[in-house]
């Protein structure tokens, strides 16, 4: 850059000079020549620059060594592929598991519900429980954990410890001495199972009707206040 400077500069005094000395029009040329010298002289030294990062450019960025994935543990052949749907079914139950109550026991009353679940998928895993016990149960207790924080919002002492008497008395009577029977006995008994779970599962319905007379009846306030306001306005 600075020798281009220096030969347009210089022509520029070679041309005044010869502005003096021979005619104007060879003085107006001589600056031009040294100005389109320059111009070359300059495109020549940048060409070498322009190639290398051109080249650089073209060069491939070096190669990052990818380290293979894990492989997932296949599950293994046998009874436990029985079960897997109601499983499934079962852990996005539990991803979409609501807050935690604050009621200590209700809390306990939903942990017990949560080991009986667990309980209830090993058994089925081991196939020493059918499908339709498995399905059933589970949708039992998913049926309780929904209700149970519904119910704590009513504010109601009487509707909670109703509940928690539910869980440790009828729930566990009816679940846990199963559990313990051996594989014919469980075969023999079954039915006393589905009508106990059935049984615990029409008590849950009084209280989901109570639930439903609370928004019916939420509903109507707000119903009223609408009028009201309407009213008010005309």
Same mark, same amino acid.
């Given at each position: 850059?600075?020798?281009?400077?220096?030969?347009?500069?210089?022509?520029?005094?070679?041309?005044?000079?010869?502005?003096?000395?021979?005619?104007?029009?060879?003085?107006?040329?001589?600056?031009?020549?040294?100005?389109?010298?320059?111009?070359?002289?300059?495109?020549?030294?940048?060409?070498?620059?322009?190639?290398?990062?051109?080249?650089?450019?073209?060069?491939?960025?070096?190669?990052?060594?990818?380290?293979?994935?894990?492989?997932?543990?296949?599950?293994?052949?046998?009874?436990?592929?029985?079960?897997?749907?109601?499983?499934?079914?079962?852990?996005?139950?539990?991803?979409?598991?609501?807050?935690?109550?604050?009621?200590?026991?209700?809390?306990?009353?939903?942990?017990?519900?949560?080991?009986?679940?667990?309980?209830?998928?090993?058994?089925?895993?081991?196939?020493?429980?059918?499908?339709?016990?498995?399905?059933?149960?589970?949708?039992?207790?998913?049926? &309780? !954990?929904?209700? #149970?924080?519904?119910?704590?919002? $009513?504010?109601?002492?009487?509707?909670?410890? @109703?509940?928690?008497? *539910?869980?440790?008395?009828? &729930? !566990?009577?009816? #679940?846990?001495?199963?559990?313990? $029977?051996?594989?014919?006995?469980?075969?023999? @008994?079954?039915?006393? *199972?589905?009508?106990?779970?059935?049984?615990?599962?029409?008590?849950?319905?009084?209280?989901?009707?109570?639930?439903?007379?609370?928004?019916?009846?939420?509903?109507?306030?707000?119903?009223?206040?609408?009028?009201?306001?309407?009213?008010?306005?005309?």
């Amino acid at each position: 850059m600075k020798k281009t400077a220096a030969i347009a500069l210089g022509s520029y005094v070679v041309g005044l000079v010869a502005y003096w000395v021979t005619s104007p029009y060879i003085a107006i040329a001589i600056p031009a020549i040294g100005l389109f010298g320059a111009l070359l002289w300059s495109g020549r030294n940048g060409k070498p620059v322009e190639e290398s990062a051109r080249i650089a450019e073209r060069q491939p960025a070096p190669l990052v060594q990818q380290q293979p994935a894990p492989l997932q543990a296949q599950a293994p052949f046998g009874g436990s592929q029985q079960h897997n749907v109601p499983q499934q079914q079962h852990s996005a139950q539990q991803a979409a598991a609501p807050a935690a109550v604050q009621d200590p026991e209700l809390a306990s009353a939903l942990e017990y519900i949560g080991i009986i679940e667990d309980m209830i998928l090993l058994e089925g895993e081991k196939n020493n429980l059918d499908d339709e016990i498995v399905q059933k149960t589970l949708a039992l207790l998913t049926r &309780l !954990n929904r209700l #149970i924080p519904d119910l704590v919002a $009513l504010g109601d002492a009487s509707i909670n410890h @109703n509940i928690v008497r *539910l869980v440790r008395k009828d &729930l !566990n009577s009816t #679940i846990n001495p199963f559990l313990r $029977l051996s594989g014919e006995a469980k075969r023999q @008994n079954r039915r006393l *199972l589905l009508d106990g779970i059935k049984d615990v599962d029409s008590k849950l319905t009084f209280y989901t009707k109570t639930l439903e007379q609370k928004d019916i009846m939420e509903l109507r306030t707000k119903a009223e206040l609408i009028q009201q306001r309407y009213r008010l306005n005309d």
